[in-house]
């Protein structure tokens, strides 16, 4: 029996981390959209209208994020000094998911995008950290 369309399916485990994406630092590049293995990244942009680069930024659903680290780098063995990074902007980092809401409410973007998505956002990170807390 396979999943409904436009319904997620529920983690089975809360990952220890979540990526989050800066808005402010984000291009829109695409980079990070494009590795995702769980098509966790999603991409935003001003007013339904943008130019690549411009006007547009990634942003994870952290309910679908396992926490895998594919969009800030890609995994070597443990005897390569190299670290491929995806995001050429740094503007993904891992956060300890019991902190995750506090960072996401600082991602930055265009001016009230916090505010007006406050539930979807913040309040959805802040439920998983809280899943976390109590799986620990």
């Known amino acids: 029996m396979g999943k409904k369309e436009g ?5 089975k485990k809360v990952p ?11 291009t829109g590049c ?22 690549k680069g411009n006007g547009q930024w990634c942003e994870i659903d952290l309910e679908r994020c396992v926490g895998c680290v594919v969009c800030v780098h890609i995994p070597q063995k443990k ?12 503007a ?11 960072v996401v409410a600082q991602i930055g973007g265009p001016p009230g995008y916090i505010h007006d998505n ?11 950290a809280t899943l976390r807390v109590e799986s620990m």
Do not use: F, S
């Not at 319904?7 to 983690?11: F, L």
């Not at 220890?16 to 984000?26: H, P, Q």
């Open 7 to 11: 319904k997620k399916a529920p983690k």
């Open 16 to 26: 220890k981390e979540l990526a989050v994406i800066n808005a402010d630092n984000c």
């Open 30 to 51: 695409e980079a990070c959209l494009e590795v995702c293995p769980v098509d966790a990244i999603e991409m935003r942009t001003l007013d339904g209208i943008a130019v």
């Open 79 to 90: 005897t390569n000094p190299y670290e491929l990074t995806v995001c050429p902007w740094d």
């Open 92 to 102: 993904i980092e891992m956060v300890p998911t019991e902190q995750v809401h506090e």
């Open 118 to 128: 406050w539930d979807r956002l913040v309040g959805t990170a802040h439920q998983l």
